[in-house]
RNA sequence: GUCUCCAUCGUCUAGUGGCCUAGGACACCGGGUUCUCAUCCCGGCAACAUGGGUUCGACUCCCAUUGGAGAUGCCA
């Protein structure tokens, strides 16, 4: 590329929801502009009317906001070349398709709708393309048709000889036989242009220099060539992504959907990821820095993004990998941080735990993955669970029933003698170090036997001496009592 | 069906002809540390799809096969 600045653009249609494959080519696409030092533009591309879903703008907004993805153009924030919305640019496009009738790369067709293939024969066959009815109508049949307000739309007119190379960023050299290539239509009978025209328009009247897109626009970019070849423009530079695939229950693998779990940044959201911990998964699948690095803040990606580091092949979203890495996002919170995002997800709020949350919360951010994973981690503290005195043996620790109801009888009136005031969780593990001590064994021991007695659970948020702090004395106690008699 | 693309541990990936008895990470398994289970640390398991070439030498280049994905909409 010359000396131009580079512009990049991500142009989603408003759906309502933003799958995360959307949000890593918004990603890759503004990681591009921002590490050329060039710009990153947002368009929307509502030319389907029939879908339209309110508040699915402000979606979008939303969700590349939370993501950190900011853009320097766009319909909220203006730029040089707007409008940003494609159903606002509307009568941009019919003089267009027009001049290239003109140039003899495009038609009327008069057809009726194209009927929808039968659902596939038993051989999965499908028909395909356009029978080319209308491609060499009479201009005078066409004047006629038109003055007579027929309904038409206006298809794009391919030579078939020959074949079509263009060159991708990632792909390489993508050569297509031309005989392959549709009549595509530019127009709809509605007026309103395709996606496939939209587009190229677009991009050309925006200055877009890269195009970064998902592989599923691979075969069909020749069209978009033929078109700025038509028009005499200069073709852009494309980046075409991989696809991101999930794995169904059954082990198969295919375009990552909602069948796989949570495919949208919210829903990831609610599932108690991090966004930025999202970002950094989701830029890391597809992408390396070509190093054995694996967290990185935004702002550095910025700085080191280059689309050398693109993959090929299509990568499968692994709910396992994103969770430990979320986990590296929670360790480095700072403790007011953790407590503060930490909280909604917790149920706390409104019960009798929601006071003790600066205690709880603190015990919880070395070992919490997801958010989510926090009410059934401090259930115990509001409702002891059922457990068997088989719970009482450990290994390690050597620890029985029998080893447990020893200490039991032995701490028990140690807690019940510590005053209201000196319950903390200092005190009460210079009780359970003084038995471990005068016993002569581990401290694991009488901690095993004091966790399980006051949780019910071999493994808790906290040790047995947090978790009696929170509960208190007389909760702890009581429950205490009742693991001596099992 | 046709067209296009892809192919390294179960998963994400490093590797651009000799540095590879293939490196890192997740998951899994084992050990150690920490007043305690977890965290953490250390170690282990585990891959170049197959078959042909090219080359002194192939994970790397070429071809075929197989497998996978995408496209084939008046959706984007």
Not at 58 to 78: F, M, N, Q
């Amino acid at each position: 590329m010359s000396e131009q600045t580079v512009r990049t653009r991500f142009a989603p249609s408003p759906t309502g929801f933003m799958h995360v494959g959307n949000l890593r080519t918004a990603l890759y696409a503004f990681l591009l502009a921002r590490s050329q030092k060039g710009k990153f533009i947002l368009r929307i591309e509502d030319t389907d009317q029939a879908r339209y879903v309110d508040g699915a703008v402000d979606v979008i907004y939303k969700t590349l906001a939370a993501a950190g993805i900011s853009h320097d153009e766009g319909p909220d924030v203006g730029g040089d070349y707007g409008p940003y919305v494609q159903s606002e640019r509307k009568h941009l496009y019919l003089p267009y398709a027009e001049e290239l009738v003109k140039k003899g790369a495009a038609y009327y067709c008069f057809c009726d709708k194209h009927e929808p293939a039968e659902p596939a024969d038993a051989e999965g066959v499908v028909s395909s393309g356009y029978d080319g009815h209308c491609r060499n109508l009479d201009p005078e049949v066409v004047k006629a048709n038109l003055a007579a307000g027929k309904p038409y739309v206006i298809r794009q007119k391919i030579d078939k000889e020959g074949v079509s190379t263009y060159h991708d960023a990632v792909f390489g050299e993508i050569t297509i036989e031309n005989k392959v290539l549709d009549d595509q239509i530019l127009i709809k009978r509605d007026g309103m242009p395709t996606y496939n025209f939209a587009n190229v328009i677009d991009d050309h009247t925006m200055g877009i220099t890269h195009v970064v897109r998902g592989c599923e626009y691979l075969s069909s970019t020749p069209k978009y060539n033929l078109l700025y070849r038509a028009f005499g423009w200069e073709i852009p530079e494309y980046v075409h992504l991989p696809l991101i695939m999930g794995r169904d229950a059954d082990g198969n693998v295919s375009k990552l959907s909602k069948r796989h779990g949570s495919v949208s940044f919210e829903g990831l959201v609610a599932d108690g990821y991090l966004p930025a911990a999202i970002v950094n998964y989701i830029a890391l699948l597809g992408w390396s820095p070509k190093n054995d690095r694996e967290i990185f803040p935004l702002s550095e990606l910025e700085e080191i993004f280059n689309v050398r580091g693109l993959n090929k092949s299509s990568a499968v979203f692994d709910y396992d990998k994103l969770t430990w890495m979320n986990g590296e996002y929670l360790k480095a919170l700072s403790p007011a941080e953790f407590a503060r995002v930490s909280q909604p997800f917790s149920g706390v709020a409104g019960t009798e735990l929601e006071p003790k949350w600066p205690l709880i919360a603190p015990l919880l951010q070395q070992r919490v993955g997801r958010l989510t994973e926090i009410p059934e981690k401090i259930g115990f503290l509001r409702e002891q669970p059922e457990y068997t005195s088989e719970l009482f043996c450990n290994k390690k620790s050597k620890s029985n029933p029998e080893t447990a109801k020893a200490a039991f009888a032995a701490l028990i009136p140690e807690f019940e003698a510590l005053a209201d005031a000196d319950w903390d969780v200092e005190a009460l593990n210079a009780i359970m170090t003084r038995y471990a001590e005068t016993l002569g064994v581990k401290i694991g021991q009488p901690m095993w036997a004091i966790r399980i007695g006051v949780s019910g659970l071999a493994v808790t948020p906290g040790g047995p001496a947090e978790i009696m702090a929170i509960l208190g004395k007389e909760e702890s106690l009581r429950r205490l009592r009742e693991a001596a008699a099992k």
